[in-house]
């Protein structure tokens, strides 16, 4: 995760196959873990969460802690503007 947002060589299919089946997020949202790094490594962050913990409550919790997130990067999408690919990407 060191290098978090920086080029692909090649994106991973394996994580857009994996988002697609495990996590049943449609095709054309999946399209993007492969034109922005940053959304291919988060998702890949989160797809090892989610194969890793077992706890309920802590999914429960991560999962409304990555809610908090999502709306306050839309509440400050401004912040964002110089970046391209994230803001894109949200």
Do not use: W
Request: hydrophobic share 45%; glycine share 6%; net charge neutral.
């Amino acid at each position: 995760m060191n290098t978090i947002g920086q080029r692909l060589q090649k994106p991973v299919g394996a994580i857009a196959t994996a988002v697609r089946e495990e996590l049943g997020i449609d095709r054309e949202l999946v399209t993007l873990t492969r034109r922005f790094p940053v959304v291919h490594d988060f998702t890949a962050l989160v797809l090892c969460f989610d194969r890793i913990v077992n706890d309920a409550d802590a999914r429960s919790e991560k999962a409304a802690g990555l809610h908090a997130l999502r709306e306050r990067f839309l509440e400050h999408a401004d912040y964002f503007r110089k970046q391209v690919e994230l803001s894109q990407g949200i």
